[in-house]
T-cell receptor, first 113, second 117 residues
Framework: EPEVTQTPSHQVTQMGQEVILRCVPI?????FYWYRQILGQKVEFLVS????????KSEIFDDQFSVERPDGSNFTLKIRSTKLEDSAMYFC???????????FGPGTRLTVL | AQKITQTQPGMFVQEKEAVTLDCTYD???????LFWYKQPSSGEMIFLIY??????QNATEGRYSLNFQKARKSANLVISASQLGDSAMYFC??????????????FGKGTKLSVKP
């Protein structure tokens, strides 16, 4: 069964450093999302991406964040200058159409020291 | 504004018994979707069940069923015959189509279910 994959599973970085979180969505899916979950809290929407551009973003997704689909398979989230409060689990999700079920990857746990 | 409320931070259930996890939602949209996801301690988000706002019948998937009461804006998850492996966080989520939304999900705070042997 096809699945969303994410790498790395755990990333530790120093405050102020740039990180890139990688996702490989399900191959025929067209809509891609990033969510984050601060430890012990609910899952929050960050950004949606369709047709090679951002279609929607939340207020969390400020200028420090960017997304890219550099090739036909990868979908990346970049945080330019990490802050302590960026420590969270980051989930990638994908769906064929935006009315379908979103399938989540296993997440990347980002720890900012 | 769209909102999901899960009022039970934690629930206990005896193995093999049924359990209901509550979820209420708020939206002014006529067309929306409701989802339940399971998050085990390992952290991944596992899709369990979906209910569309226009679906006339309650959704079922194996041991999971969704008790959808549209007028009361509730979408409770029922797990029958609980198993030890059901111990996890359970999140209710809604997808609404407002403005140009591309269907991002809005999540509740979750319910931690513990199944006792």
């Amino acid at each position: 069964e096809p699945e969303v994959t994410q790498t790395p599973s755990h990333q530790v970085t120093q405050m102020g450093q740039e990180v890139i979180l990688r996702c490989v969505p399900i191959s025929n899916h067209l809509y891609f999302y990033w969510y984050r979950q601060i430890l012990g809290q609910k899952v929050e929407f960050l950004v949606s991406f369709y047709n090679n551009e951002i279609s929607e973003k939340s207020e969390i997704f400020d200028d420090q964040f960017s997304v890219e689909r550099p090739d036909g398979s990868n979908f990346t989230l970049k945080i330019r200058s990490t802050k302590l409060e960026d420590s969270a689990m980051y989930f990638c999700a994908s769906t064929l159409t935006y009315t379908d079920t979103q399938y989540f990857g296993p997440g990347t746990r980002l720890t900012v020291l | 504004a769209q909102k999901i409320t899960q009022t039970q931070p934690g629930m206990f259930v005896q193995e093999k018994e049924a359990v209901t996890l509550d979820c209420t939602y708020d939206t002014s949209d006529q067309s929306y979707g409701l989802f339940w996801y399971k998050q085990p301690s390992s952290g991944e988000m596992i899709f369990l069940i979906y209910q569309g706002s226009y679906d006339e019948q309650n959704a079922t998937e194996g041991r999971y069923s969704l008790n959808f009461q549209k007028a009361r804006k509730s979408a409770n998850l029922v797990i029958s015959a609980s198993q030890l492996g059901d111990s996890a966080m359970y999140f209710c989520a809604m997808r609404a189509y407002y403005g140009g939304s591309q269907g991002n999900l809005i999540f509740g705070k979750g319910t931690k279910l513990s199944v006792k042997p």
